[in-house]
């Protein structure tokens, strides 16, 4: 068993697990901090995101509260100056290959980037970046029960891990590198001609409006 330690976190002494990533010990004593890639049961996060910068005592620069073990004595803030500049272009960065128009979003109600907008004070659209050429053309409407809509698809990797580690179906993964990085398919085929078993787990790990199901989509439809 791992041995109990104190940490503060804005100034609040918590009792942790040694060891426990900071991230999650702050989201469960209700302290918030931005976050899209991390997921409690991986052991190696992918740390991709970059929107979880907390500043540490004693050290320079922010660091990744998902990727910090937590140890007797570390002493956080979870915002500062540097950290809400990292904050803020990490968001920026995921805006500008994100197709905007939460209206028309099947997952307006529970999207991932709007409750990080509210909470830091961000706007929902570009300051400083130009958006990135569009993939409106990637809709997959082939699985019986959901829509793949790549434009709205913010690379968590969430539908990935939870499709391969979670279902053992191993339908979804990561292809191509740097700005081309893509979820898609083996042979990026449509999901109806993949493995998929129309689980819908992926759906309900996917945190924007990239994955949806399709009564959810009629139901929006009947709204607008
Ligand atoms: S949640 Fe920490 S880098 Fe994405």
Known sequence: MSKQVTVTIDGREIKAREGEKLLWVALENEIYIPNLCAIKEKEHPSGSCR???????????????????VKEGLSVQTRSPQVDRLVKSAFEMLLSDHRLGCGRCPRRKSCVLLKIAKERGLKMKLSRLSPLEQRLEEIDESAETF??????CLLCGRCV??????????????????IERRVSTFQEVGLARSPCTDCGLCVEACPSGALYFKENREEKQKQT
């Open 161 to 178: 891990w939870i499709c391969q580690e979670v279902a053992r179906v191993g339908a979804l993964g990561f292809s191509n590198r740097g």
């Open 147 to 152: 829509v793949f809509d790549r434009s709205r």
């Open 51 to 69: 929107l979880c910068y907390v500043q540490v005592e004693g050290r320079p620069r922010p660091v990744t509260a998902c990727t910090l073990p």
